[in-house]
T-cell receptor
Framework: GEDVEQSLFLSVREGDSSVINCTYTDSSSTYLYWYKQEPGAGLQLLTYIFSNMDMKQDQRLTVLLNKKDKHLSLRIADTQTGDSAIYFCAEQAGDSGYSTLTFGKGTMLLVSP | DTEVTQTPKHLVMGMTNKKSLKCEQHMGHRAMYWYKQKAKKPPELMFVYSYEKLSINESVPSRFSPECPNSSLLNLHLHALQPEDSALYLC?????????????FGQGTRLTVV
């Protein structure tokens, strides 16, 4: 299987911007995703980007994709304490034809007041 | 309705018990998935159903038995589990089985095997 790599921990102050980085290995991935998981909860789809795009913005979230370097980032503007959670990037598992996702290990974001 | 609903939210079972996890969606999605998530780990795919047929089984032990009675429901039958099977079990669905479609996850069932 392919590995999706993320840094494990990020700490920011409320109001700052947060940038969570991810590298993936499967160049055939058509969609790349960001999910948020709060403690004890399921996964919440935050946003996704199609592989022929290099940027997508959705309110406070900006996704940047560098397909050449297989690098994906999620920027959260004006980070709030409610943004504290684990953030997973995920890529489509090759050309299986299904939305089978390979997840990174997750980045724990801690936002302090 | 844009939800994937899983029941129960929490389950404690003994190693000789038989129990079932349930997942339901009413979004008309034709692909449904079971993932397993151990503590502090990412989710890992277990099964994929496409149009109510089992399409992918990621070498999951037979003590886990999936079932898709109709296009809205997905069950996971559990029998003779081990303590190491304790995890968060996540159900997901997607509109179709093409690769270009997002998956929506339920809140999960937290399973403890004693």
């Amino acid at each position: 299987g392919e590995d999706v790599e993320q840094s494990l921990f990020l700490s920011v102050r409320e109001g700052d911007s947060s940038v969570i980085n991810c590298t993936y290995t499967d160049s055939s991935s058509t969609y790349l995703y960001w999910y948020k998981q709060e403690p004890g909860a399921g996964l919440q789809l935050l946003t996704y980007i199609f592989s022929n795009m290099d940027m997508k913005q959705d309110q406070r979230l900006t996704v940047l994709l560098n397909k050449k370097d297989k690098h994906l980032s999620l920027r959260i503007a004006d980070t709030q304490t409610g943004d504290s959670a684990i953030y997973f990037c995920a890529e489509q598992a090759g050309d299986s034809g299904y939305s089978t996702l390979t997840f990174g290990k997750g980045t724990m974001l801690l936002v302090s007041p | 309705d844009t939800e994937v609903t899983q029941t129960p939210k929490h389950l404690v079972m003994g190693m000789t018990n038989k129990k079932s996890l349930k997942c339901e969606q009413h979004m008309g999605h034709r692909a449904m998935y079971w993932y397993k998530q151990k503590a502090k780990k990412p989710p890992e795919l277990m099964f994929v159903y496409s149009y109510e047929k089992l399409s992918i089984n990621e070498s999951v032990p037979s003590r886990f038995s999936p079932e898709c009675p109709n296009s809205s429901l997905l069950n996971l039958h559990l029998h003779a589990l081990q303590p190491e099977d304790s995890a968060l079990y996540l159900c997901a669905s997607s509109p179709r089985t093409g690769g270009d479609t997002e998956a929506f996850f339920g809140q999960g069932t937290r399973l403890t095997v004693v």
